[in-house]
């Protein structure tokens, strides 16, 4: 469903540039659910962005369902694809409320049955009716970033990139969302790429993951390999270490605050 | 306990609305000491709020009220706005939620970092920009003059973060409220992160309020934890018992996390009780 094949994306600032992206290859089957997780500013964003075609990149394959991934795509190609970013706050606009939000798609797309599917949409992310006509600055950070999540699945796309989706969310939360997005995939055929700092995340929700580091990928494994500690690269061995949560005894590398 | 910093009696933050108003805080009281204490909770529980509330930073037309709202002797309920803004600019401080909402979007990382320092601390411009370049390495950015140079949007989520981290830290604050400062950082550079809060507590004698929503960082980190629901505190406990919590939303909230030693097909998830809120 996903093909990507010698990825690289380069960003220039001033005089320098910044290899986001450096050689990355995977391949997504059709229903499957794929892990990226990775040190921050690895560029996990960036390989998703550039599979949306948000970014410019080259590469020799990178295609979704059969099509080159472009930068200017058409309303069809739109409805394929659904990328929940990062940072909710940026891409929820300030001025629409929550109604107004969900509805645009649907809208769009000449849907029927807009304010069902509207109701729907917000009942399955776990948000209140109250929550409807609320604009982005009178919400906490989960549910605004709940709106996004139920923006992207509004139409049912077949293809999903997710980016951190449950971070800023509690695990209540997070676990009603996990359970949808495993639900969605039973109910119909589901391509996810799933971006997340926790492994106890990606582990529960993907069949294999990706290790990335420096805009490099370090290795791909499988979630049972992740579960047990079967991986070859020393970084994995330190995420998986570190996952296991924080120890007061000092690194070697301290820098000390002046 | 040394101490109390910070005492809070009965703390309540209400938003009016055109139908019913929303109460973002019912009646919390808590002290901080020079010690980590977690906040955790549902989304929407009235964490941010309450941090807000202690910086004076809570949005028109949210009304805050109190018995007691104090801050080394200092009675933060009749603080003018030039009090507030004293006390945020070097005692208290917070890391916000949203980094790229919070930080200034036509501003460079280096100017805005250098900005505390020559407003706050008084430096000169090359005194600014050295501590500036030392505190981003602190924070274990790769490529501190790089990132220097850059605007937000061209930072990924975890270097946002840790440049409002910085930000923050370069003031020394006494007081820090950290709202969800390491929910976009890898678990390594998270670990460093932490790290360096850990030493500011323990040796600069700092008080940190650490709000989050990862259960093993909080317990494995902090000292003690508050515990919200609805607004509510609903339990308090230290922070190596929380997976021994009482109160039944800490329990169900310890059972949601997905584990990387038990694999389920459904995570469980939390049948909210309305008699919590009683
Ligand atoms: N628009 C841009 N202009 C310049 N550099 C950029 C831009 N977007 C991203 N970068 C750089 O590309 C690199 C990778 O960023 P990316 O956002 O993909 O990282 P990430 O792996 O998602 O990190 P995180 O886990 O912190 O979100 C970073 O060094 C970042 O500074
Ligand atoms: N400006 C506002 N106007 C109206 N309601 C608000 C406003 N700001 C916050 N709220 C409401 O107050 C409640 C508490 O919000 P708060 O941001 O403190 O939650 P939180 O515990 O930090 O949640 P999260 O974990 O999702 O960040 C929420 O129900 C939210 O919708
Ligand atoms: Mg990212
Ligand atoms: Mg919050």
Redesign the pocket.
């Given at each position: 469903m996903i093909a990507v094949d010698d990825l690289n994306?380069t960003?220039?600032?001033g005089g320098r540039s910044?290899h986001?992206?450096q050689g990355i290859s995977f391949n997504v089957a059709a229903g499957e659910t794929f892990g990226i997780v990775?040190?921050?500013?690895?560029?996990?964003?960036?390989?998703?962005?550039a599979i949306a075609g948000l970014?410019p990149s080259t590469s020799s394959v990178l295609e979704v369902d059969g099509r080159p991934a472009a930068r200017r795509r058409s309303r069809a190609e739109r409805r394929l694809l659904q990328l929940v970013f990062?940072d909710p706050y940026a891409s929820l606009h300030p001025r629409q409320t929550v109604d107004g939000i969900l509805r645009e798609p649907l809208v769009i797309h000449g849907v029927a049955d807009i304010d069902d599917k509207v109701m729907a949409a917000i009942a399955d992310v776990g948000l209140l009716p109250m929550h409807r006509f609320r604009y982005p600055h009178q919400l906490s950070g989960g549910q605004r970033q709940r709106v996004a999540i139920a923006r992207a699945l509004i139409l049912r796309p077949p293809v999903l990139l997710l980016?951190?989706p449950t971070s800023a969310l509690d695990v209540s939360i997070q676990a009603e969302i996990l359970n949808l997005l495993a639900n969605l995939r039973q109910s119909y055929s589901l391509t996810c790429i799933l971006?997340s700092?926790d492994l106890a995340v990606v582990a529960h929700l993907c069949n294999r993951i990706a290790i990335?580091q420096l805009?490099k990928l370090v290795e791909i494994i499988s979630a049972a390999d992740l579960r047990s500690g079967t991986v070859t690269a020393d970084y994995t061995r330190e995420l998986i270490a570190a996952s296991r949560g924080f120890t007061r005894a000092p690194s070697q590398n301290q820098v000390v605050l002046s | 306990m040394t101490d109390p910093l910070l005492t809070v009696e009965d703390l309540n933050v209400t938003f009016p609305g055109r139908e019913t108003a929303v109460r973002a805080v019912r009646n919390a009281s808590f002290t901080l000491g020079r010690e980590r204490l977690g906040i955790v909770g549902e989304s929407g529980s009235g964490k941010s709020t309450t941090g807000r509330a202690l910086l004076g930073l809570v949005p028109r037309p949210g009304i805050v009220t109190a018995k007691t709202m104090s801050y080394a002797g200092q009675n933060l309920l009749q603080c003018t706005e030039r009090d507030w803004q004293r006390l945020r600019g070097r005692r208290m401080s917070m890391v916000m939620q949203d980094p790229k909402y919070s930080l200034n979007p036509v501003k460079t990382v280096g100017a805005q970092i250098g900005e505390t320092c020559l407003l706050h601390l008084g430096m000169t411009r090359k005194q600014a920009a050295a501590r500036t370049l030392a505190m981003l390495e602190a924070v274990r950015i790769?490529?501190p003059e790089?990132?220097y140079q850059?605007?937000p949007?061209?930072?990924?989520?975890?270097?946002?973060?840790r440049v409002m981290i910085a930000m923050m830290l370069v003031a020394e604050p006494d007081f820090l409220i950290a709202d969800e400062p390491t929910s976009?950082?890898?678990v390594t550079v998270q670990n460093e992160v932490l790290r360096i809060l850990d030493d500011l507590v323990s040796e600069r004698g700092m008080g940190l309020i650490f709000i989050s929503h990862n259960l093993t960082v909080v317990s494995s980190f902090c000292d003690r934890v508050l515990i919200m629901y609805g607004g509510k505190i609903v339990e308090e406990c230290a922070a190596r018992d929380l997976q021994n919590a009482r109160h039944p939303y800490t329990r169900a909230l310890v059972a949601a996390a997905p584990s990387l030693d038990i694999q389920r097909t459904e995570l469980a998830t939390v049948t909210r009780d309305p008699e919590w809120l009683k």
């Amino acid at each position: 469903m996903i093909a990507v094949d010698d990825l690289n994306v380069t960003f220039h600032n001033g005089g320098r540039s910044i290899h986001a992206v450096q050689g990355i290859s995977f391949n997504v089957a059709a229903g499957e659910t794929f892990g990226i997780v990775g040190e921050s500013g690895s560029g996990k964003s960036t390989v998703l962005k550039a599979i949306a075609g948000l970014v410019p990149s080259t590469s020799s394959v990178l295609e979704v369902d059969g099509r080159p991934a472009a930068r200017r795509r058409s309303r069809a190609e739109r409805r394929l694809l659904q990328l929940v970013f990062q940072d909710p706050y940026a891409s929820l606009h300030p001025r629409q409320t929550v109604d107004g939000i969900l509805r645009e798609p649907l809208v769009i797309h000449g849907v029927a049955d807009i304010d069902d599917k509207v109701m729907a949409a917000i009942a399955d992310v776990g948000l209140l009716p109250m929550h409807r006509f609320r604009y982005p600055h009178q919400l906490s950070g989960g549910q605004r970033q709940r709106v996004a999540i139920a923006r992207a699945l509004i139409l049912r796309p077949p293809v999903l990139l997710l980016d951190e989706p449950t971070s800023a969310l509690d695990v209540s939360i997070q676990a009603e969302i996990l359970n949808l997005l495993a639900n969605l995939r039973q109910s119909y055929s589901l391509t996810c790429i799933l971006v997340s700092h926790d492994l106890a995340v990606v582990a529960h929700l993907c069949n294999r993951i990706a290790i990335m580091q420096l805009g490099k990928l370090v290795e791909i494994i499988s979630a049972a390999d992740l579960r047990s500690g079967t991986v070859t690269a020393d970084y994995t061995r330190e995420l998986i270490a570190a996952s296991r949560g924080f120890t007061r005894a000092p690194s070697q590398n301290q820098v000390v605050l002046s | 306990m040394t101490d109390p910093l910070l005492t809070v009696e009965d703390l309540n933050v209400t938003f009016p609305g055109r139908e019913t108003a929303v109460r973002a805080v019912r009646n919390a009281s808590f002290t901080l000491g020079r010690e980590r204490l977690g906040i955790v909770g549902e989304s929407g529980s009235g964490k941010s709020t309450t941090g807000r509330a202690l910086l004076g930073l809570v949005p028109r037309p949210g009304i805050v009220t109190a018995k007691t709202m104090s801050y080394a002797g200092q009675n933060l309920l009749q603080c003018t706005e030039r009090d507030w803004q004293r006390l945020r600019g070097r005692r208290m401080s917070m890391v916000m939620q949203d980094p790229k909402y919070s930080l200034n979007p036509v501003k460079t990382v280096g100017a805005q970092i250098g900005e505390t320092c020559l407003l706050h601390l008084g430096m000169t411009r090359k005194q600014a920009a050295a501590r500036t370049l030392a505190m981003l390495e602190a924070v274990r950015i790769r490529d501190p003059e790089l990132t220097y140079q850059l605007y937000p949007h061209q930072l990924s989520g975890g270097m946002g973060q840790r440049v409002m981290i910085a930000m923050m830290l370069v003031a020394e604050p006494d007081f820090l409220i950290a709202d969800e400062p390491t929910s976009a950082l890898d678990v390594t550079v998270q670990n460093e992160v932490l790290r360096i809060l850990d030493d500011l507590v323990s040796e600069r004698g700092m008080g940190l309020i650490f709000i989050s929503h990862n259960l093993t960082v909080v317990s494995s980190f902090c000292d003690r934890v508050l515990i919200m629901y609805g607004g509510k505190i609903v339990e308090e406990c230290a922070a190596r018992d929380l997976q021994n919590a009482r109160h039944p939303y800490t329990r169900a909230l310890v059972a949601a996390a997905p584990s990387l030693d038990i694999q389920r097909t459904e995570l469980a998830t939390v049948t909210r009780d309305p008699e919590w809120l009683k």
